[in-house]
């Protein structure tokens, strides 16, 4: 029996027996172990089965953690919220920093940037007085996402390399990964592919050597958006086509909404627009479903530009009303632009209904 097996025993007879601080030191080092290697679902099997012999923030954080990866923000949300209320009571300073991150990130999944920064900005200098470089450097990373979906390249770029050398400083190969493919995908929205795809081949096969399923995903499908802008559609395909069956393997929705997208965009490229709105619509409900407002927003343009493709004006025009709304919501950078095209269309509609 693997001492992951004996662990898993020691649990099960731990909730048998109510004895929750057993259960509760065993589950949240399986918790450990199982979240680095993108066993999400295990994970919350796990916690959920500790909570059942009681209240409990690590439970209820490694449940938390694994909710947000599978399309449960909200859920995960009222995790955390319940596990900082308990680190703060218990005076848990390392564990309210965790936490606060936590929450900053599900804000930042469900595209409210600017409650994320709140967090993130809150909580960094909490790290920093713990000492906490392997935290420092997740949330330096965190605000250089936010910087990132703001649009402001050079400001996330600027966070995520303060983050790479503390990865390296620590030994920490998984973030040092999710770092390489921060500043990747900075340079790819910079125009600058060849530097994006330099940084993703270096995070691959870091997310190979830990484990990380979820990592390898995010790699392979943003290696595949590289070649699809460069127009190598079929090395796109390819990689997207790697990337996809794990994001459903491991359970992560959102990842797997990204995916299904990026292969309709391929489709899109190569002339093939029925193939296209096919996946689109498929990246659909999973946006809607995990509360993924600029998803959605992404989503809905894109299924909108293949009806525009086809001259079915209304369809677009009906997609875009629901883009420019959702741009709204979330503060989004395209507003402006989503907006006028909008405005265009409508005009078009205007005259064509005149002539007829």
Avoid: C
Avoid at 216 to 223: F, G
Avoid at 257 to 286: H, K, M, S, W
């Amino acid at each position: 029996m693997t001492s992951i097996q004996q662990a898993i025993e020691v649990h099960r007879l731990a909730v048998a027996g109510q004895q929750l601080d057993i259960a509760s030191d065993v589950g949240a080092r399986l918790a450990h172990v199982w979240l680095r290697t993108s066993r999400f679902a295990d994970v919350e099997t796990l916690a959920t089965s500790t909570l059942s012999l009681g209240t409990d923030a690590r439970a209820l954080f490694s449940r938390g953690r694994a909710r947000l990866v599978t399309g449960q923000p909200r859920q995960a949300l009222d995790d955390f919220e319940k596990a900082l209320a308990l680190d703060q009571l218990a005076g848990d300073k390392a564990n309210e920093a965790a936490t606060l991150n936590s929450i900053g990130t599900v804000y930042s999944a469900l595209g409210d940037q600017q409650q994320a920064l709140t967090y993130f900005e809150r909580v960094l200098p909490l790290a920093r007085e713990a000492g906490g470089r392997v935290s420092e450097a997740a949330i330096l990373n965190n605000i250089g996402h936010v910087h990132d979906a703001l649009g402001d390249q050079e400001q996330a770029l600027a966070y995520y390399q303060q983050a790479l050398p503390i990865t390296r400083e620590v030994g920490n190969r998984a973030g040092e990964a999710t770092t390489l493919n921060n500043i990747g995908h900075a340079h790819d929205a910079l125009g600058d592919q060849e530097q994006a795809l330099t940084y993703y081949q270096q995070a691959l096969p870091i997310t190979r050597e830990v484990g990380n399923r979820a990592g390898e995903a995010t790699t392979l499908n943003n290696i595949g958006q590289v070649h699809d802008v460069l127009g190598d559609y079929e090395q796109a395909l390819a990689y997207h086509q790697q990337a996809l069956p794990i994001r459903r393997e491991v359970g992560d929705r959102a990842g797997e909404a990204t995916t299904l997208n990026n292969i309709g965009t391929v489709y899109e490229g190569l002339g093939d627009r029925r193939q296209a709105l096919t996946f689109y619509r498929q990246a659909l409900p999973i946006r809607r479903g995990t509360g993924d407002r600029v998803g959605e927003a992404t989503a809905r343009y894109n299924i909108a530009t293949v009806h525009l493709a086809q001259g079915e004006l209304d369809q677009a025009i009906s997609e875009l009303e629901q883009v420019v709304d959702l741009d709204r919501q979330v503060s989004h950078p395209d507003l402006a632009k989503d907006t006028a095209l909008l405005e265009k269309l409508r005009q078009r509609q205007a005259e064509a209904r005149k002539m007829s």
